[in-house]
């Protein structure tokens, strides 16, 4: 058999296999330096990856799969459909206590591993065929640039979301990666269809799309609710509305996304109050109580010090007097000086006299400065939201 039936015969094994073990798209790609590997270098010259340091780490091997595995020829690239249908609309037996929304993405198990196993028994396949074959998997973990490689390879195209997205299915997807030293023939590069529609740049909360193509993670409610270990910038937390746990919205508006198929991959299969949680309990979670809850989930990603002040922000912004005795709590309880600074913010933004007395009762107990920082400024925000509403001609009050 002459090497290039040989080449096409395996390239076939492959994807068959990858089809029968559940992902949904399987491309081949020449491993070689990114095309987008300027773009990342100018993204993150311009700090717009944020307190995320892992990412500026050698920025020319994430760009080129031959620095991760010496001798790589080529790139398998792979997607796993996740959409589970749309929001629950389940009664509400507490009267309409405060909840939350989690991404899509965390509604169930956390993919990586699930994907990673997947991606080792495709790797068994070609070993069976070409067993001195080496190869290296990656799930959004390792110095690969994931999303570059699924359009180079065919799979889907970037959109003006920074998202991949494939033709007739949209983007609810997860993306993987096989480096291997095999050499496959690649297939051609997939075709941008986003045309004129920018309905993912209008739709951001928090204008983190600066463009088409163009994403400042610094300003994204998924890198602020999950990557970022600090204090979320006082002006952003009023965008970030009730979300806990990322943001689907550029999705949500994305017209390719009327394509979606619900999977029924047991895998991602939803996990019980995952989607919409109830706020108020969330708050007296310690460390253990957190990981034994979100045990095998994606949102043990955020910490529980993060997760927790991402629920005093959902309370803040939800204006729930019903939070203000538990956000009270927080405040003077919560070990965690950043979560006790946000349940102040959160005080401060619903406003009352029991916000207000929480407050002053904190700050003259708090020994944070960073804290006490936040409480003086949601002091601020009480009295502010007090006065009286002035129109024009007024005296001042």
């Not at 090497?3 to 296999?17: C, G, L, M």
């Not at 291997?180 to 269809?193: G, K, V, W």
């Not at 933004?349 to 949601?378: D, M, T, W, Y």
């Amino acid at each position: 058999m002459k090497p290039s039936q040989t080449n096409a015969s395996t390239k076939e094994r492959v994807r068959k296999e990858a089809l029968a073990l559940g992902f949904g798209r399987v491309g081949f790609a020449r491993a070689d330096e990114s095309p987008h590997a300027e773009r990342l270098r100018a993204w993150l010259d311009a700090g717009r990856h944020g307190t995320m340091h892992w990412i500026a780490r050698d920025p020319g091997r994430r760009s080129d799969p031959r620095a991760v595995l010496s001798g790589a020829r080529t790139v398998i690239s792979v997607t796993v459909p996740y959409y589970r249908g749309g929001w629950p609309s389940a009664p509400d037996p507490d009267g309409g206590a405060p909840r939350g929304r989690i991404a899509r993405y965390a509604w169930g198990r956390d993919y990586h591993k699930r994907i990673r196993r997947r991606l080792r028994l495709l790797a068994n396949a070609i070993a069976s065929a070409c067993p001195e074959a080496r190869w290296l998997a990656y799930v959004d973990t390792g110095p690969v640039l994931d999303r570059s490689w699924a359009e180079r390879s065919g799979v889907g195209w970037i959109g003006k979301n920074t998202n991949v997205i494939v033709q007739g299915e949209g983007s609810w997807l997860f993306l993987g990666e096989l480096l291997t030293d095999l050499e496959l023939d690649p297939d051609p590069p997939a075709r941008n269809h986003c045309g004129t529609c920018a309905r993912c740049i209008a739709a951001c909360p928090t204008g983190a799309i600066l463009g088409p193509y163009e994403l400042d993670a610094r300003r994204c409610i998924s890198y602020l609710t999950i990557e970022h270990k600090g204090s979320i910038p006082l002006e952003l937390r009023p965008s970030i509305g009730a979300r806990i746990f990322g943001c689907d919205d550029c999705q949500e508006v994305c017209p390719w996304n009327r394509f979606a198929v619900p999977t029924s991959d047991p895998d991602f299969a939803e996990r019980p109050d995952q989607q919409t949680p109830e706020l108020i309990p969330l708050l007296s979670l310690d460390e253990e109580s957190f990981r034994a809850r979100y045990r095998g989930t994606a949102i043990l990603r955020a910490k529980r010090s993060g997760f927790v002040r991402n629920v005093t922000v959902a309370l803040g912004n939800l204006g729930d007097r019903r939070s203000v005795e538990p956000l009270s709590r927080t405040l003077t309880r919560d070990p965690d000086p950043m979560v006790r600074g946000h349940a102040a913010w959160a005080l401060g933004r619903i406003g009352g006299p029991g916000s207000r007395r929480a407050l002053e009762s904190a700050a003259s107990r708090e020994s944070s400065e960073e804290v006490l920082v936040e409480i003086r400024s949601a002091l601020q925000s009480s009295e502010r939201a007090a006065l009286p509403h002035r129109t024009e001609g007024d005296p001042e009050p």
